[in-house]
């Protein structure tokens, strides 16, 4: 059995990311522009699991 990674949580906009890195470069453009830079969201895990992202929740 396969340890389950730890995700960390963007607070702003909830996209969890294995990266702490990842998510700290999230939270701060989540909190200076109040929307997701796709450049980020994309290594997130839901990202992963949607493939692509059509539509990011705004809030
Ligand atoms: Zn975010």
Known sequence: MKAKPKLYQCPE??????????????????????????????????AKAHKRLTKLKAN
């Open 13 to 46: 906009c909830g996209l969890h990311y294995r990266d702490i890195a990842a998510t700290k470069k999230c939270q701060a453009w989540c909190t200076k522009y109040k929307s997701c830079n796709l450049e980020i969201a994309k290594l997130s895990g839901e």
